[in-house]
């Protein structure tokens, strides 16, 4: 099956840390580019941050830049974000989703989705 | 405040047509960058509805349809079912913005 399936989430004090993973399986992970998603309680989507299929080429939303570094291991079909300092506001629930084969970054949208881990930042 | 602006909410019978709006702005839909749409099921996980603009995955039903003209771009079901209830995002790309990928605020489908 091609699938996405995310760990590591959890409760953590606000100044915290946390690393999320994302391990991949059923397509070729080092071909695509791949997403962080959030969703807060309640609330819509938030697009968080990306890497391209190579790891070459990053990106953040202004809000966690600094503060968390998305890489991937493209050896174990794995992705991670790294979550440092975090925020009451960081708590969400964290989606990978992969990008489609051979596009640039401004056309990317988001063909697979994983089911979530769950990120709660609260003393 | 979310870049791409859509209704909260929208409602329909079964069987009817109704609409879901998203509006943006000359730094993203205007730019010529495409319109994606998702559809996330009560406690489910989002999933692709339509990428660029108009096109539909594979198994997704012909009801949905998309559409774009100027800044803003339009999900439209017809034939509404029940299990169409879910709440429904457009996203797209912004070169202005800190967030790259953004997406609107979501619409909350009610079927009647």
């Known amino acids: 099956d091609v699938q996405l399936l995310e760990s590591g989430g959890g409760l953590v004090q606000p100044g915290g840390s946390l690393r999320l993973s994302c391990a991949a399986s059923g397509f070729t992970f080092s071909s695509y580019a791949i997403n962080w998603v959030r969703q807060a309680p309640g609330k819509g989507l938030e697009w968080v941050s990306g890497i391209s299929a190579s790891g070459g080429n990053t990106y953040y939303i202004d809000s966690v830049k600094g503060r968390f570094t998305i890489s991937r291991d493209n050896s174990k079909n794995t992705l991670y974000l790294q979550m440092n300092s975090l925020r009451a506001e960081d708590t969400a629930l964290y989606y990978c989703?992969?990008?489609?084969?051979?596009?640039?970054?401004?056309?990317?949208?988001?063909?697979?989705w994983g089911r979530g881990t769950l990120v709660t930042v609260s003393s | 405040q979310s870049v791409l602006t859509q209704p909260p909410s929208v409602s329909g019978a079964p069987g009817q047509r109704v609409t879901i709006s998203c509006t943006g702005s000359?730094?993203?839909?205007?730019?010529?960058?495409?319109v994606h749409w998702y559809q996330q099921l009560p406690g489910g996980v989002p999933k692709l509805l339509i990428y660029d603009n108009t096109n539909r995955p594979s198994g997704v039903p012909d009801r949905f349809s998309g559409s774009k003209s100027g800044t803003s771009a339009s999900l439209a079901i017809t034939g509404l079912q029940a299990e169409d209830e879910a709440d429904y995002y457009c996203?797209?790309?912004?070169?202005?913005?800190?967030?790259?990928?953004?997406f609107g605020g979501g619409t909350k489908l009610t079927v009647l």
């Open positions: 000359s730094s993203n839909i205007g730019a010529d960058y495409g």
């Open positions: 989703a992969k990008a489609p084969m051979s596009r640039g970054p401004r056309y990317w949208y988001f063909d697979l």
């Open positions: 996203q797209s790309f912004d070169f202005r913005l800190s967030g790259l990928w953004v």
